[in-house]
């Protein structure tokens, strides 16, 4: 048999690209801003009509196809992966970074079959760079092969986290204590770029040696997650068990001498599941 999925992949990149315009267009012109699980979990019109455009192109050539995509599920879609294929997919990741112009800006497409991830396409829009990664064949930035940094001394490592838009006291003060913990290791540096996205690409070029975060969506992860791994990296629970898509928590880092010495360090903390029971999100715009 040839390569099923191949015709899958490109139009996941030739997709990905036309997505990244439409949010370089939208960026130059005025945002219109909406909330939606918090005051700080925003969501723009781009990110819906981005959401449409790329559902819309891959459903017309693959209508048996299943679909995942963050404004969907927002909107009280199903959250469910099967042994269908599957697409998920993050229109805008880094959308609070989209509505400040902050220039970490990405579009996410993962394809599940049989649950396991098969293929990754992030494109970082505003810098340009279209990262991909197949199950077996491979992570690339653009035609660059790309590779997980070799540190495995914790002293010599940038780690990555964000804090994300739940911002219950109780989380925000466990989340900095874990990067209080890991600062004084001490690592060479902490960072995060706003996207999950562009940060597993960190990782997979070896920018960095590790990012971790509780609270993500399957649809912030699911491509970086086939592109770190595809680069030579591993992927991990926070708990140090096995990296579960829809748990809302994951470890990404070069390797596991690094994502252990994390581990000990995280202060785990409730997140719903993303595949619990649907739940509708209000969106608040200002008149
Ligand atoms: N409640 C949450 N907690 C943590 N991260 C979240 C989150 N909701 C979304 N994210 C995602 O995590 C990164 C920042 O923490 C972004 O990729 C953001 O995606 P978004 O921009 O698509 O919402
Ligand atoms: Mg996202």
């Known amino acids: 048999m040839g390569d099923p999925w191949l015709s899958a992949y490109d139009a996941a990149l030739r997709v990905a690209r036309k997505a990244g315009a439409v949010i370089r267009d939208a960026g130059e012109k005025e945002i219109k ?3 939606k699980s918090s005051t700080v979990d925003l969501v723009t019109k781009t990110d819906e009509r981005v959401e449409k455009i790329i559902i819309g ?5 693959f209508p048996d196809h299943c679909f995942i995509g963050e404004e969907s599920v927002a ?3 199903p959250c ?3 042994d269908k294929p599957t697409w998920i997919i993050d229109p805008v990741d880094g959308t609070t970074n989209f509505v400040h112009g902050f ?5 996410s497409i993962a394809f599940a079959v049989n649950k396991e991830l098969e293929f990754g396409v992030v494109y970082s829009c505003l810098e340009n760079k279209m990262y991909r990664g197949r199950n077996g064949k491979g992570a690339f930035c653009d035609d660059e092969k790309i590779e997980v940094s070799d540190v495995k001394d914790i002293h010599k490592s940038i780690i990555i986290s964000e804090h994300g838009t739940d911002r219950s006291c109780e989380k925000v003060e466990k989340i900095f204590s874990t990067m209080k913990k890991i600062l004084c290791i001490p690592v060479h540096g902490l960072r995060g770029s706003g996207t999950a996205a562009t940060n597993m690409c960190l990782v997979a070029c070896g920018a960095v040696e590790a990012f971790f975060e509780i609270g993500i969506h399957c ?3 699911a491509a970086g997650a086939v592109i770190v791994k595809e680069a030579g990296g591993v992927l991990l629970d926070v708990n140090g068990g096995p990296f579960d898509l829809m748990s809302r928590r994951m470890v990404s880092a070069n390797n596991m001498v690094i994502a252990e010495r994390i581990i000990k360090e995280i202060e785990i903390f409730p997140a719903d599941r993303d595949d619990a029971p649907i739940k509708k999100i209000t969106k608040f715009c200002k008149k």
């Open 57 to 61: 192109a891959l459903r017309e050539q």
């Open 75 to 77: 909107k009280g879609e």
């Open 103 to 107: 220039p970490f800006v990405a579009v």
């Open 80 to 82: 469910n992966l099967t």
């Open 33 to 35: 801003v909406c909330t």
């Open 219 to 221: 649809w912030d992860i």
